[in-house]
């Protein structure tokens, strides 16, 4: 089924929207739009996403402006991430400035049609996928946070934690990285003290035998 609503706002106010389904995503997504404007934890350039039943809302947010899209679950997050940068960008090109003080659902007459051209394009072309598979790295979903989103609307301290944590990691894996290349510069060290040390104790090893064979410290029978 692919993606089966889509919807722009600016902070809470939905510009355009548009549903292929008989459903309360709507609501849902208007409920996901309160919720990320009074989060502290989301900055104005994030990417997340919120599961609900068998589908999952992602969220794009771009100076100011939000782009959300309801998919199933089973349709993954590559495919709708690319829709959502895709609808960001003509929805920018579009309307430029005028987004800043447009109305509610100002542009959702015009709009409306991008958005049901575009998600049965993700949803339904095969080169919607192959196309994101080579953008890749461009439309990488930086932060994901997965929930349910009852839990969500009710105990925000979830999301929260999942920052917390996402963040934790980023450190742990630097603090590894650091603790890597120390130890292996030590490592590196004590294998050349070590060398020294043997070629020092062989050479010592090799003076004494040699003046033992030539009777006295100053080797004076081997000059001879």
């Given at each position: 089924?692919?993606?089966?609503?889509?919807?722009?706002?600016?902070?809470?106010?939905?510009?355009?929207?548009?549903?292929?389904?008989?459903?309360?995503?709507?609501?849902?997504?208007?409920?996901?739009?309160?919720?990320?404007?009074?989060?502290?934890?989301?900055?104005?350039?994030?990417?997340?996403?919120?599961?609900?039943?068998?589908?999952?809302?992602?969220?794009?947010?771009?100076?100011?402006?939000?782009?959300?899209?309801?998919?199933?679950?089973?349709?993954?997050?590559?495919?709708?991430?690319?829709?959502?940068?895709?609808?960001?960008?003509?929805?920018?090109?579009?309307?430029?400035?005028?987004?800043?003080?447009?109305?509610?659902?100002?542009?959702?007459?015009?709009?409306?049609?991008?958005?049901?051209?575009?998600?049965?394009?993700?949803?339904?072309?095969?080169?919607?996928d192959r196309l994101n598979r080579l953008k890749g790295e461009m439309t990488q979903v930086r932060t994901?946070?997965?929930?349910?989103?009852?839990?969500?609307?009710?105990?925000?301290?979830?999301?929260?934690?999942?920052?917390?944590?996402?963040?934790?990691?980023?450190?742990?894996?630097i603090r590894f990285k650091r603790n890597s290349r120390r130890y292996k510069n030590n490592l590196w060290?004590?294998?050349?003290?070590?060398?020294?040390?043997?070629?020092?104790?062989?050479?010592?090893?090799?003076?004494?035998?040699?003046?033992?064979?030539?009777?006295?410290?100053?080797?004076?029978?081997?000059?001879?």
């Amino acid at each position: 089924m692919g993606i089966l609503y889509g919807m722009v706002a600016r902070g809470q106010v939905v510009l355009s929207e548009f549903s292929a389904t008989q459903s309360n995503a709507n609501v849902i997504a208007k409920q996901i739009l309160s919720k990320i404007n009074e989060g502290s934890n989301y900055n104005n350039d994030s990417n997340v996403s919120f599961s609900h039943d068998r589908y999952v809302f992602h969220v794009k947010r771009t100076d100011g402006l939000t782009v959300l899209c309801m998919a199933d679950d089973a349709f993954g997050r590559m495919v709708p991430f690319a829709f959502l940068e895709d609808i960001h960008k003509k929805f920018v090109k579009t309307y430029g400035r005028a987004i800043l003080s447009a109305p509610a659902y100002s542009m959702n007459d015009e709009f409306s049609r991008i958005l049901s051209q575009q998600m049965d394009y993700f949803s339904n072309d095969p080169n919607a996928d192959r196309l994101n598979r080579l953008k890749g790295e461009m439309t990488q979903v930086r932060t994901v946070m997965i929930d349910n989103i009852e839990k969500v609307l009710e105990r925000g301290g979830r999301l929260e934690l999942l920052v917390e944590k996402t963040s934790a990691m980023n450190s742990n894996s630097i603090r590894f990285k650091r603790n890597s290349r120390r130890y292996k510069n030590n490592l590196w060290w004590s294998n050349i003290r070590l060398r020294v040390v043997l070629i020092i104790i062989f050479m010592v090893v090799a003076y004494i035998i040699l003046a033992f064979i030539c009777h006295g410290p100053l080797l004076a029978s081997c000059w001879r």
